[in-house]
């Protein structure tokens, strides 16, 4: 059956209203190869009327009291846990990822984000200071920072949103919402559930287009803050078209996986292996290099074959089904440029290592491991974000450290040892925001601060439950003169 193709509409102070921009972009099913939807750009006078009605829409938002925000938040994840099935089935046919293993899952989990945010506003307590002044009492409040653009990517289309959403919202702020060029339609579906669960009008608006649009948006006067997860380059443009607006700024990883001698190279393999491959490996926390232990390189290949034997590529609708397509053909190609480089460097592909035929678009791309692959190649010095698992064969701690080390995405990383003091020692000394002991880059929990590492080019602030709200707040300092005290 034909799908109807839908004309996707901004949402400006609480309706639906055609775009007015002079372009439009259309969006495939990466899946299925069928047109979904068209999107027309935002129009400057469509960004104006968005930022507009957040502004409009913020300081009586911001005057509730934190229980209503909450109430209005819990109704929300109500709201996406009754639809869950149909918002997770559209999120596969626009982004790609297994509907059974992934899709419901990110919808379950935008769901539980409303919640933290619920539960985390009610708690936001700030301190008393003592003074100097007998006479005089400071106190602190959170205020909200007031109208946020949320500019997102595409890998995590309804899940990357709802980190700076709820908690943002929940904090009283008003956001104008720019989602991915490849994915707008997720959000529409999302701003559907929000608008009938009661949001009140303004509170979120929608936009859609591509980066002019969301330059615009950043650099709109009557917009105090950014959130923005995507690419580094993007992310450094965002930066200074904002000049001094506040930021909270996730950007690209390059993951190292760790596997020293002394690892468990069966549940090393499992992790490797299943932060390549989750979502095509399009995750910014992904297993983006391997750095082995030469010691046990062959034994820890072994494992990963087997396990990676256990992630058939295929349509993301069937059950069995663990690798989707990618999303989008400038990331395919981006995988297949990586791949050469490496192999035209002395690199050996031991599995897939090209995109898979007989199926209903080209961007179907086979699991791949790669063994031989030199520091020198865009797989480990970029983020590849593909279903690949690369092996680099290191000599020490020190030799593994120092690959990991120099990178200019230090995200998350992940390693693998049975020894305290071993992991202790990496994780006291990788450059990174992050880092997972034993278990995969592809670990992480919807209120864990998640975020960059200071000197490398992965931005500021952290996602993540309360972290995410105390970034999109700020401290107000109220100092009191209460007079003299007792005569
Ligand atoms: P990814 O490929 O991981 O999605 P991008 O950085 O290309 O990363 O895109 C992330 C988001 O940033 C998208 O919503 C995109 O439209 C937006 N974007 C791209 N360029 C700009 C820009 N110059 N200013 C603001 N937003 C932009």
Same mark, same amino acid.
């Given at each position: ?342 192999? $035209?460097?002395? #690199?050996?592909?031991?599995? &897939?290592?090209? =995109?898979? !035929? @007989?199926?209903? %678009?080209? /961007? ?86 998640? $975020?960059?590492? #200071?000197?490398?080019?992965? &931005?500021?602030? =952290?996602? !993540? @439950?309360?972290? %995410?709200? /105390? ?17």
């Amino acid at each position: 059956m034909a799908l109807a193709v839908r004309t996707l509409e901004n949402f400006v102070g609480g309706t639906w209203v055609a775009a007015t921009g002079d372009s439009a972009r259309t969006i495939v099913s990466p899946v299925t190869g069928e047109t979904l939807a068209e999107a027309p750009d935002a129009s400057p006078a469509d960004v104006d009327a968005a930022v507009e009605a957040a502004g409009r829409a913020q300081p009586m938002w911001a005057a509730r009291s934190a229980w209503e925000r909450a109430e209005i938040c819990h109704a929300i994840a109500d709201l996406i846990a009754e639809r869950r099935e149909d918002f997770a089935r559209e999120l596969t046919l626009e982004q790609g990822k297994p509907y059974a293993s992934e899709a419901l899952a990110d919808i379950d989990e935008t769901a539980e984000n409303f919640r933290i945010a619920a539960e985390d506003v009610k708690r936001m307590e700030t301190a008393v200071i003592p003074s100097q002044d007998p006479a005089k009492r400071i106190l602190t409040f959170r205020k909200p920072n007031g109208v946020y653009a949320a500019i997102t990517p595409w890998n995590f289309p309804t899940l990357i949103p709802v980190e700076l959403i709820a908690p943002g919202i929940a904090a009283g702020n008003t956001i104008v919402m720019k989602p991915s060029e490849w994915t707008p339609l997720a959000m529409a579906n999302f701003m559907q559930i929000m608008a009938d669960a009661g949001l009140p009008d303004g509170v979120v608006n929608v936009i859609y287009g591509a980066g002019e649009v969301g330059e615009r948006l950043v650099t709109h006067p009557g917009v105090d803050g950014i959130g923005f997860v995507g690419s580094h380059r993007t992310a450094e443009k965002i930066v200074r078209a904002a000049g001094l607006k506040r930021s909270l700024i996730e950007a690209s990883g390059n993951g190292p996986v760790v596997v020293c001698e002394d690892a468990d190279l069966a549940r090393a393999a499992q992790g490797a292996v299943f932060g390549g491959f989750f979502c095509a490996g399009q995750v910014c926390c992904a297993t983006e290099r391997v750095l082995v232990h030469e010691r046990v390189h062959d034994a820890f290949l072994d494992e990963v074959v087997k396990v990676a034997a256990e992630w058939p590529l295929g349509d993301p609708f069937e059950a069995e089904t663990k690798v989707g397509p990618m999303n989008n053909e400038p990331t395919a190609a981006k995988m297949d440029a990586h791949l050469e480089d490496a192999v $035209g460097k002395g #690199a050996e592909v031991v599995l &897939g290592g090209s =995109r898979a !035929g @007989g199926h209903p %678009t080209q /961007l179907y791309y086979e699991p791949t491991v790669v063994v031989g692959v030199g520091l020198d190649t865009l797989i480990n010095r970029e983020e590849t974000f593909g279903p690949i698992v690369p092996l680099i064969r290191v000599g020490s701690d020190e030799e593994a450290l120092a690959a990991a080390n120099d990178s200019h995405l230090g995200l998350q990383a992940a390693v693998y040892t049975s020894s305290l003091s071993r992991a202790f020692r990496y994780l006291d000394n990788l450059r990174v925001g992050n880092v997972v002991v034993n278990d995969s880059t592809d670990y992480w929990e919807a209120h864990e601060p998640f $975020g960059g590492a #200071a000197g490398t080019q992965t &931005g500021w602030g =952290r996602i !993540g @439950g309360r972290y %995410t709200m /105390l970034d999109m707040t700020d401290l107000k300092t109220v100092v009191l003169d209460v007079g003299g005290g007792l005569e």
